[in-house]
């Protein structure tokens, strides 16, 4: 296994660090090594500029006690007439 670390420079949002793996006996070229650092470096700027949306949950309201009556031990839940 061959791993290249390399890293890039970028003035707004600091240093990326990252590594490529690859087999011993890769056929990739110098240009093709390149391409995939700048794709992960591209996917990274991506992440931090479009970060992922998170949509608002609407919190559980559990029930209050007062929804209940027991009967010999046991919970039943009141419901409307």
């Known amino acids: 296994m061959i791993k290249i670390d390399f890293e890039v420079q970028n003035e707004k949002y600091g240093v990326y660090r990252d590594a490529l793996h690859l087999p011993d006996d890769h056929t990739f070229s110098e240009a093709e090594i390149e391409s995939m650092k700048q794709e992960r470096y591209d996917n990274w700027v991506n992440v931090i500029e479009n970060p ?9 309201v559990e029930d209050s006690p007062e929804d209940y009556v027991e009967i010999n031990g046991v919970k039943y839940k009141k419901v409307a007439e």
Not at 52 to 60: D, F, G, K, L, Y
């Open 52 to 60: 992922p949306v998170v949509e608002e949950v609407t919190p559980v």
